[in-house]
């Protein structure tokens, strides 16, 4: 079973530092499945 998240971010932040924001993401979706096992996250 896939669990899905939602993270909003303006487009504006998103310009000025997509490595920031692609970085947090992957941590988000990292801790998620280390505290759900081995269930699918994608945010």
Known sequence: ???NGFF????IDWEAD???LSDLVS???N???AAHG???FRL
């Open 8 to 11: 909003s971010y303006s487009r």
């Open 18 to 20: 997509q490595e920031t």
């Open 27 to 29: 941590r988000i979706e």
């Open 31 to 33: 801790q998620s499945r």
């Open 1 to 3: 079973m896939t669990i």
């Open 38 to 40: 081995s269930r699918d």
